[in-house]
């Protein structure tokens, strides 16, 4: 059981701070159903922007063009219409 203190703050245990991936600084959003409050975490605070994916997925590989993109998809496309029809032969 918790307590609301004087400024209006309650102490979240541990162990659900841990189950929900809940760490300082990270925002929450409340909402009250019927007498009950529901706390949901704020996935996203900010607009991602395209060169950002690599850093939000985590990657850490070399960086690529869009023209280098935009060959090896042709590049694959071309290969993938010759093994389709070769099948067909």
């Known amino acids: 059981?918790?307590?609301v203190n004087y400024q209006g703050e309650v102490k979240i245990p541990q162990h659900l701070l841990n189950s929900l991936g809940l760490s300082p600084?990270?925002?929450v959003d409340f909402e009250r159903q019927g007498d009950a409050l529901l706390l949901r975490?704020?996935?996203f605070?900010?607009?991602s922007r395209?060169?950002?994916?690599?850093k939000?997925?985590?990657y850490n590989g070399p960086t690529?063009?869009?023209d280098e993109m935009d060959e090896a998809i042709g590049k694959g496309?071309?290969?993938s219409l010759h093994l389709h029809s070769a099948k067909l032969c």
Do not use: F, S
């Open 77 to 79: 496309a071309e290969e």
């Open 45 to 47: 605070t900010k607009r």
């Open 64 to 66: 690529v063009t869009l």
């Open 50 to 54: 395209a060169e950002d994916g690599p």
């Open 25 to 27: 600084g990270t925002e």
């Open 1 to 3: 059981m918790a307590t």
């Open 56 to 58: 939000i997925l985590n």
């Open 41 to 43: 975490a704020v996935k």
